[in-house]
Nanobody, 123 residues
Framework: QVQLVESGGGLVQPGGSLRLSCVASGFTFTNYAMKWFRQTPGKERELVATISDSGDSTAYTSSVKGRFTISRDNSRNTMYVQMNSMKPEDTAVYYC????????????????WGQGTQVIVSS
């Protein structure tokens, strides 16, 4: 049974930083590219960042490029995103998911999404 557990969210001031974590289980972590998504009320879930199965390749949506850094620790079945220089428009619930290939756009292979972690950027 696939489980994806996000954590690390909270309230941060504009310009501040947060580090989110995603612990995965129920599948072979090293066989999958991992992805961070975010969603705000009334909007579709948005792909934020992708990391390849080995961690060698990363990709970001333009709005976070240069501010967010995605990483993974395959020994811990865990993925991270370091979010710096945060902006109010980063406010969202952040989710993680996976895909068998890196070049898969916004595809998420698992229907069982985690509960997400709420990030609020506000002064």
């Amino acid at each position: 049974q696939v489980q994806l557990v996000e954590s690390g969210g909270g309230l941060v001031q504009p310009g501040g930083s947060l580090r989110l974590s995603c612990v995965a289980s129920g599948f072979t972590f090293t066989n999958y590219a991992m992805k961070w998504f975010r969603q705000t009320p009334g909007k579709e879930r948005e792909l934020v960042a992708t990391i390849s199965d080995s961690g060698d390749s990363t990709a970001y949506t333009s709005s976070v490029k240069g501010r967010f850094t995605i990483s993974r620790d395959n020994s811990r079945n865990t993925m991270y995103v370091q979010m710096n220089s945060m902006k109010p428009e980063d406010t969202a619930v952040y989710y993680c998911n996976a895909a068998r290939t890196f070049f898969s756009g916004s595809r998420a292979d698992f229907n069982s999404w985690g509960q997400g972690t709420q990030v609020i950027v506000s002064s």
